[in-house]
């Protein structure tokens, strides 16, 4: 198995376990960055588990993926149109809330993103 191959292996692992905090009801919201490729596969595993999920480009090399909850991916759907880097303050704090982040480094994420628009 090569370095890519264990690589790619273990993102598929840590996938499998997203699916299943978001089926134990742990997450309602899952982001997993990936290759094109990857996403594909990882789709097709949501579509036959009848799991939502929103695929966002980010570069030709990398796509972010969510999935979860329908009321929180239509939430994200309102604002995924730009690069996560050009989130406002507040559609950054939303969208680390959704994730589950930890929400006093969000707050202080928040305060120091509305500082520097300031």
Not at 34 to 63: E, H, N
Not at 64 to 86: M, S
């Amino acid at each position: 198995m090569s370095a890519e191959d264990f690589n790619r292996y273990d993102s598929l692992k840590l996938f499998m376990h997203h699916i299943y905090e978001f089926q134990k009801g742990i997450r309602n919201l899952v982001l997993c960055t990936m290759c094109p490729t990857c996403a594909t596969l990882v789709c097709d595993r949501l579509k036959r588990l009848g799991i939502g999920y929103l695929m966002q480009s980010v570069t030709d090399t990398k796509v972010n993926l969510y999935f979860g909850c329908d009321h929180c991916l239509n939430t994200v759907r309102t604002f995924v149109h730009k690069p996560l880097n050009e989130l406002t303050p507040e559609e950054d704090f939303m969208l680390g809330t959704m994730l589950g982040y930890n929400i006093t480094q969000q707050c202080e994420r928040y305060c120091k993103r509305k500082q520097q628009l300031s």
